[in-house]
């Protein structure tokens, strides 16, 4: 049957009919089904729930086809137009924790934070896991902060109770001395010091629950005083041994109480995987865009992302920005290498390419080529290549956070004109991106949002390279542990507890490793220990 095609408003626009999909690439609608799914990508801390917007315009509903002669089943009307798409909002803000405070007394006193726009949070790291204010989350409004959520994890599960510490010997009793005047009562001994409390146990994975840790063995008891023998009247003296039947010595000075056993340590509790705050939810739009940073290093190179003259990896059917601060060297996407073109310039789903200063926009083309280049107009050292390829396979799964306080409901947008229904959007991007090494890797900037794929080596978290906010997760796909090094300078604690240094990750196991203020991190996951 033939096909009433739409008239294309856009590049990748996607149309279903009669089971098939098809896409338009800017010159012709291709058939189009989509590659096989991947893993499940490992899930990333969630952003911030952008506000709602305004409800797009209903879409006109089509015109009813023809019905066919009563009786043989007549011809089938003609499908109806196409209802015109609703407007696209604006994407809502990702979750970002722009400022720390040692207290909620600090926090509430900074009544105009700098640093900090409406809508991204603030931690509160009193760097001892034990105070109540530690690890509160608030939002700047853009006048107050509001209280959102707690972040502590749970205490672990209290140790069995130690066995009882063995009875003191009881100190010999003195000879009965010669009865005589009453003497005075005894020194009472001194009381014994309280044993050291044990550590507070390691939180362990979430899943089976932690062992019970064992109590600590209780102290012995003091060995009590030794009883003197009563001397003639006057002083009483130290009790001693029993003696024969006779008077009563006085009760000699009480022995120094034993020192009390350690406490057991406490059993280790699941990690509970990081839950990213749940925000305000956005006006609906297209899916949010991968953002990169883009300086120049003089005139030699191009710095993305901290990285002089790196080459990029895109995926078709995803929205890239590049926001660009290099005055004096504009950057272009062109097709072919080397120094600039202005007949190679690749404009297909770019805006403003070519911009020094501003914000360049690539919605990579399902029908893009697999390699592009990008290169300074005036300067050919400052160039790298851009790779483009199909949706990779998906990661696994990541760790189910806490789920974040529920964002404020946008206001609802006036209902549009019934019309037909429009084809099945094309997926958004929901995979992390992998960075796959097999040998000792030290962490980069270029690592925020993705995670690590080690099999040999280990990783290395360094100073100097994060910011408060940003977030790393690490894969061990190997049978043999991986160490997790605390670089020089850097301060690295066990979620849910004040231990700090070098992690080991077990076989298969899977952690992440939160940035919460210069130098400071968080981490938890899997198979941590």
Not at 136 to 148: E, M, P
Not at 318 to 323: D, E, L, Q, S
Not at 449 to 475: E, L, P, Q, R, W
Request: proline share 2%; with cysteine.
């Amino acid at each position: 049957m033939a096909l009433n095609f739409p008239t294309p408003s856009a590049v990748n626009q996607v149309y279903s009919a009669n089971g098939t999909s098809w896409i338009w690439d800017g010159a012709s609608w291709v058939a189009y089904n989509g590659g096989a799914t991947g893993l499940q990508g490992i899930q990333g801390v969630q952003g911030l729930q952008g506000t709602q917007g305004i409800q797009g315009l209903q879409g006109i509903q089509g015109i009813q086809g023809i019905q066919g002669v009563q009786g043989t089943q007549g011809t089938q009307g003609t499908q109806g137009l196409q209802g015109i798409q609703g407007l696209q909002g604006t994407t809502g803000l990702a979750f970002t924790i722009a400022k720390t405070y040692v207290s909620v007394a600090a926090l509430t006193a900074d009544t105009s934070p700098t640093s900090i726009i409406a809508g991204q949070f603030a931690l509160i790291n009193t760097l001892d896991v034990q105070d109540a204010e530690n690890s509160r989350l608030y939002i700047w409004t853009g006048s107050a902060y509001t209280f959102v959520d707690d972040l502590s994890g749970t205490a672990g599960i209290q140790g069995i109770t130690g066995s009882q510490g063995l009875t003191g010997i009881q100190g010999a009793q003195g000879l009965q001395g010669t009865q005589g005047t009453q003497g005075l009562q005894g020194i009472q001994g001194i009381q014994g010091l309280t044993g050291i409390q044990g550590a507070q146990g390691l939180q362990g994975a979430q899943g089976t629950q932690g062992e019970q840790g064992i109590q600590g063995i209780q102290g012995l008891t003091g060995i009590q005083g030794t009883q003197g023998a009563q001397g003639t009247q006057g002083l009483q003296g130290i009790q001693g041994l029993q003696g024969s039947d006779g008077t009563q010595g006085a009760i000699g000075t009480q022995g120094a109480q034993g020192t009390q056993g350690l406490q057991g340590i406490q059993g280790i509790q699941g990690v509970q995987g990081t839950q990213g705050v749940q925000g305000i939810q956005g006006t609906i739009g297209t899916a949010g865009a991968r953002n990169y940073s883009v300086i120049n290093s003089g005139s030699g190179a191009y710095t993305i992302d901290g990285s002089n003259n790196p080459t990029l990896n895109l995926l078709r059917g995803f929205a890239y920005t590049f926001t660009v601060s290099a005055s004096g060297h504009p950057f272009w996407i062109q097709t072919s290498a080397g120094a600039y073109s202005s007949g190679n310039v690749y404009n297909t789903g770019v805006t403003n390419n070519g911009t020094q200063s501003g914000t360049i926009t690539f919605s990579v083309a399902y029908n893009a080529p697999s390699t592009l280049y990008y290169v300074c107009q005036y300067h050919s050292g400052m160039a790298g290549t851009i790779n483009i390829s199909d949706v990779g396979p998906q990661g696994v799964q990541g760790i189910q956070g806490i789920t974040g306080s529920q964002g404020t409901q946008g206001t609802l947008g006036a209902q549009g004109t019934q019309g037909t229904q429009g084809a099945q959007g094309t997926a958004g991007a929901n995979n992390l991106p992998v960075n796959a090494q097999s040998t000792s890797y030290s962490l980069v900037i270029g690592d925020v949002g993705k995670y690590i794929n080690i099999t040999t080596g280990g990783v290395i978290v360094a100073a100097g390279v994060f910011s408060s906010g940003d977030v790393v997760s690490i894969f061990n796909n190997s049978v043999s542990n991986q160490t997790i090094t605390q670089g020089a300078s850097v301060t690295m604690y066990l979620a849910g507890s004040a231990t700090t240094g070098n992690r080991t990750l077990s076989q298969y196991g899977l952690t992440t490793i939160l940035c919460v203020a210069s130098n400071t991190f968080v981490i938890s996951g899997a198979g941590l220990t």
